[in-house]
């Protein structure tokens, strides 16, 4: 573990420090990055193309390296002041996302099942925010064939139950173990 951590820390040290000082997650230069694991995103940065349309539950940096990506970027954000900050970036750097606000989707039950409202299959699902298992439980109603659904934060004890459900409806789990931008406990994205 301790090799795994200074060997991602010592390729990705320049953007670790930028998001560590500036508390965004970023590469070298700036660029946003999904504030996942870097394996995941070395993943991510190879897989997405711009023939992929990408829903998120819950957005940020990585509603940004996606719209740079991807086709398109739907998604919901719970928090009004996130949502600002993310259109403010999306906007300097002309790019687009529609993502709309649900201040109380800790409460409302359209929340899991929103992307139901873009009638459409995604090639990319995101679920990193609230309701994580409700989430997962709708996302495979919304996810094409050969799509994948991402799950931050998977480390989680509680989490199986979730893994459970992907697995009892034949999806195939592939861990990214590591460090994120800007920190250096260890974490999963799968």
Excluded at 8 to 32: H, M, V, Y
Excluded at 81 to 94: H, Q, T, V
Excluded at 148 to 176: H, M, P, T, V
């Amino acid at each position: 573990t301790k090799i795994m951590i200074k060997e991602q820390f010592e390729k990705n040290k320049a953007g670790w420090t930028r998001s560590f000082l500036e508390g965004i997650s970023q590469d070298e230069d700036g660029n946003l990055l999904p504030w996942m694991t870097y394996l995941a995103i070395e993943f991510l940065q190879k897989y997405v193309t711009k023939k992929h349309e990408v829903f998120e539950f819950g957005c940020g940096a990585s509603t940004v390296f996606f719209a740079g990506k991807a086709k398109k970027v739907y998604g919901v954000e719970t928090n009004q002041n996130w949502l600002n900050l993310i259109n403010e970036k999306l906007g300097s750097l002309d790019l687009s996302a529609q993502i709309e606000l649900m201040e109380n989707g800790i409460d409302n039950k359209n929340y899991e099942i929103f992307p139901q409202k873009f009638e459409k299959k995604f090639d990319i699902i995101v679920i990193d925010s609230l309701k994580r298992f409700l989430c997962a439980q709708n996302s495979i109603n919304f996810i094409k064939d050969d799509g994948i659904i991402i799950l931050d934060d998977s480390q989680r004890e509680n989490y199986k139950k979730i893994f459970d459900f992907f697995a009892d409806n034949g999806f195939e789990k592939k861990d990214f173990f590591g460090i994120e931008p800007g920190k250096l406990k260890m974490k999963n994205t799968t």
